[in-house]
């Protein structure tokens, strides 16, 4: 237990003193550092109190009313300065300080990145910057001037609009930015340096102009054209969606390559991770230019959810993101295959949320504590989140739904709000009460559901009988039963959907969302001639786990025939997950390992069917480890790669024509292809490509012949990056010398191409080739990796985090690796570092002698005197310390 634990509560939550009726900025950039002189009009909401601001840059100077203040009217001490005695009345305050950006490499407040400048300041960067009450719920109007250099800074940025600029002597020239839009100062955000601008425009529906302003290196620009069509898909679909227009006359986005996260959605100016902004055919896969339009849509669509309203407090951080991410969901889901994006979605929560849901970190959506607010940008505040505002919209519907979200920008535009308010506009909008679902904001854990049911042929009915149970978590062992809305339908054993009726409903319906909300409840489907095989949780309406006894047959059934595609996909999902489970069985015992001929036979009939390409790649993706061992506890993890990948392999075998045959396929689709360019990114060739490149995978583990095409198509097939991508990931396991030449030859041919190498690391740090962690020892010193440069860190180390049998090693060489790494990373980038500590999350549910050697690494790290919080933080929490 370290000393200076501070713990922040929700329940202690306080109003501020103080608000600031405006605050006026002056940025003068030096060369070896940047005064920042900082002008407030405070307003006290009481008298007599202390001012207290938050900060920790080299003070210079402080000014109240026109007068200096010497040292004993002020304190500092824990990031705070305090005025002790302050006038009654509003009153001006000037602060000045000097920052150091080369120096700042945590990549928070104002930092260097190659020779420019930038800021982060979500959630308390801003307190690096200057003396202010950095918490979201004191708004104000932002005026800022920058003087800087012309030659070294010719573009100066802020939020708002440009209103004056002008010239200096010295060679230099300053620009004066204001932002009508009070905002918190997290949404602060300055930019200055030498970038080329790629321009757009917009005309929002009320016919005002925006102009659309892409910042990147010069040498970078024609790759934002991707994003910058994105952006406009994205302020169309804001508005036929759900009605909400762009409120300023010019949108601004920066890419930067040092970024600690995707992209920050400043006022008016986004500051994106380069990752999130340049593409082109033969650098970005389709992954990655879905990925692009995901994220520009998202912090598009912050302006509405976040800036407008914003969080009364970090505990409240789902309110925006939560939300946010819901929305850029639809989004996405609007632009092309819904049904994929959101097994893609459900895939990520299962085997990512659910892991935080049941480990040490587990939190609700709303935290009721943090000690660093960066560890609590969470799967379980954003994509959990997401869920829980989707399950507004699965009980509300659109419309209702929508009703929600007008009421709710009636009541708090320009305001910080909480969660609750949310909820209150909800409920308020559609005249119900959502009182019982306040628990999705405030119980950890995953809930979960055992079903069965019961046929009544003389009566003509189905019951289903449901149970629910949330497991305990640190924070909380006893839960109250949750609102869990369940979508159902019903197939006969011909898999036609069935016809039911409800009680006290006139009609019949061939599906419904029943709300379950006790801890136990039976649910009676009238008028059901025959016997029925339930289809549960279409959609997956909820975020929980739920069991049902359905037998092989049923599942197959499920598989062939359902048409909620979700539901169907989660039928072949179940029945991996019994295949491995047979698998892992055959293996612990030494017994020959089963075949699963049916589940191939159920494969290949679904393969062969008339459906989107994507979705029969998504079909093919077997439940990953974390989702197979998400209720196992000591667990072997090594076992669990054995015998999902035994799995793998005898399906591919078994499956070897149809493999073939689908691939031929698809390279044949993309040769007669109706679009006017194959290599280009198109939802349509995207799902073939990614066919193509799931059975590659398949395949590879079947025919040693393909090795070989790979190595002769290679150079050939280069032009696409989800074809050279999907090659090398598909024989990046092999310990073959071949799979070395074409990762070298990648290499060499992207050296200059600072995102493709991220590719090229991620190869590495993922291979499951007996001599990774030589490789990745050698990757560290490759002169396109820098450790001080996060999305390196993430692709060489965050894979090798999750490289199952290497960061697993039963000699503790990947623990004492990884733990070697967070240490020299955690002294300059807190925020990087404590990320990576979370691969030991694991760490309670793992089997006794991997234990012990994961508890050396953690003690390791724990003992390091000048841990951050931030990691402190994990360390402590995944050793109950
Ligand atoms: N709001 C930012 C995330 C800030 C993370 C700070 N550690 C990006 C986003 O969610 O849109
Ligand atoms: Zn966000």
């Not at 001037?145 to 100066?156: A, E, H, L, N």
Request: charged content about 25%; overall charge negative.
């Amino acid at each position: 237990m370290s000393e200076n634990k501070v713990v922040h509560y929700l329940k202690d939550y306080q109003a501020p003193d103080f608000a600031v009726a405006e605050i006026d900025l002056t940025y003068t950039i030096e060369e070896a550092y940047t005064l920042v002189r900082n002008r407030m009009m405070i307003v006290p909401h009481e008298v007599g109190r202390p001012c207290v601001l938050d900060g920790s840059a080299e003070l210079l100077q402080i000014v109240l009313n026109g007068k200096c203040l010497s040292p004993h009217e002020y304190a500092i001490a824990d990031e705070k300065l305090t005025i002790h005695t302050v006038p009654d009345t509003q009153f001006e305050l000037e602060i000045t300080t000097r920052l150091y950006p080369a120096q700042n490499k945590t990549l928070m407040g104002l930092y260097e990145s190659g020779d420019n400048l930038y800021t982060q300041n979500e959630p308390e960067g801003f307190r690096k910057i200057t003396y202010y009450f950095d918490r979201p719920d004191v708004m104000s109007q932002f005026t800022t001037t920058i003087i800087g250099d012309k030659r070294r800074y010719p573009v100066m940025l802020s939020n708002g609009n440009l209103i004056d600029s002008g010239e200096l002597d010295n060679d230099r020239h300053w620009v004066c930015w204001r932002d009508p839009f009070a905002k918190p100062s997290y949404l602060f955000a300055l930019v200055a340096g030498q970038l080329a601008v790629l321009e757009g425009n917009f005309t929002t529906r009320s016919g005002k102009e925006v102009a659309l302003k892409f910042y990147t290196r010069p040498e970078d620009r024609e790759k934002a054209g991707f994003a910058l069509e994105s952006l406009k898909h994205a302020m169309q679909w804001d508005e036929d969606r759900f009605n909400l227009e762009y409120d300023l006359n010019i949108f601004m986005v920066v890419a930067v390559s040092d970024f600690n996260m995707g992209a920050m959605e400043n006022k008016g100016l986004n500051i994106f991770n380069t990752k999130y902004v340049l593409a082109s055919n033969d650098t970005a896969t389709d992954a990655d230019f879905e990925a692009i339009e995901g994220v520009i849509g998202h912090e598009y669509f912050h302006n509405w959810t976040g800036n407008r309203v914003t969080c009364r407090d970090w505990f409240q951080l789902s309110l925006k993101e939560g939300l946010t991410v819901f929305r850029d969901q639809e989004f996405s889901a609007d632009r092309a295959s819904r049904a994929v994006r959101r097994i893609h979605n459900v895939r990520v929560l299962r085997s990512m949320q659910f892991a935080e849901d049941a480990g040490p970190m587990a939190h609700p959506v709303r935290p009721a504590s943090y000690e660093e607010m960066n560890n609590f940008y969470t799967l379980t505040v954003y994509e959990k989140g997401a869920e829980v505002v989707r399950m507004y919209h699965t009980l509300l519907g659109e419309e209702g739904f929508q009703k929600g979200m007008q009421l709710y920008f009636q009541r708090h535009d320009g305001q910080a709000v909480t969660c609750d308010d949310f909820r209150a506009a909800m409920a308020d909008a559609n005249g119900v009460n959502l009182d019982q679902f306040a628990l999705w904001y405030s119980q950890a854990g995953t809930p979960q559901i055992k079903a069965h049911g019961d046929y009544d042929a003389h009566n003509q009915t189905f019951s289903l009988h449901l149970r629910q149970f949330i497991p305990p978590t640190p924070d909380m062992a006893d839960k109250q039963p949750m609102v869990i809305p369940v979508k159902i339908g019903l197939l006969d054993k011909n898999g036609a959907s069935v016809a039911f009726k409800m009680a006290g409903t006139a009609d019949k319906t061939e599906e419904t969302v029943l709300v379950f909300n006790q801890t136990e409840q039976t649910f009676v489907f009238h008028d059901v001639a025959k016997e029925v095989v339930p289809s549960l949780l279409r959609g997956f309406s909820a975020p929980v786990r739920l069991d049902y006894p359905y037998s092989d047959a049923d599942l197959m059934l499920l598989l062939a025939h359902d048409s909620d595609s979700f539901a169907r996909w989660e039928a072949a999902q179940t029945l991996y997950r019994r295949a491995f489970a047979s698998n892992l069985d055959a293996l612990a015992s030494v017994q020959p390992l089963p075949q699963h001929a049916e589940l191939a036979q159920a494969l290949t009939s679904a393969l062969n069917a008339d459906i989107d390409p994507a979705y029969k790649a998504v079909l093919l993706q077997v439940p990953t480890e974390a989702e197979l061992w998400e209720d196992v506890s000591s667990i072997n993890p090594e076992q669990y790669v054995c015998a999902r990948q035994a799995l793998l392999q005898s399906l591919a075998s078994s499956m070897q024509d149809t493999l073939t045959h689908w691939r031929e396929w698809a390279d044949e689709q993309e040769r007669n292809s109706r679009h006017h360019a194959p290599q280009e990114y198109h939802p349509d060739l995207a799902g073939v490509r990614s066919l193509r490149n799931t059975l590659l995978q398949w395949g590879v583990l079947a025919t040693a012949d393909l090795l070989h095409n790979i190595v002769n198509e290679f150079s050939q097939r280069a032009t696409n990056m989800t074809h050279e991508y999907g090659m090398l990931a598909a024989i990046n396991h092999l310990s073959d010398d071949k799979r070395n030449d074409l990762l070298n030859q990648f290499g060499q041919r992207h050296a200059q191409d600072d995102l493709v190498m991220d590719k090229y690391f991620i190869l590495i740090g993922s291979s499951q080739r007996p001599d990774t962690l030589q490789q990745v020892e050698k990757a560290l010193q490759h002169p396109a990796f820098s450790l001080e440069n996060p999305n390196k860190v993430r692709s060489l180390l965050g894979s090798f985090s999750r490289n199952i049998p290497h960061f697993h090693a039963a000699d503790g060489s990947g623990y004492r690796f990884l733990a070697d790494y967070i240490l020299r990373i955690d002294e300059f980038n807190p925020q990087v570092a404590s990320r990576l500590v979370q691969a030991f999350n694991l760490y309670d549910r793992l089997e006794p002698q991997r234990k012990t050697l994961m508890a050396e690494q953690l003690q390791r790290i724990q003992k390091d005197e000048g841990l951050s919080k931030d990691s402190r933080e994990i360390v402590d929490k995944i050793l109950h310390s």
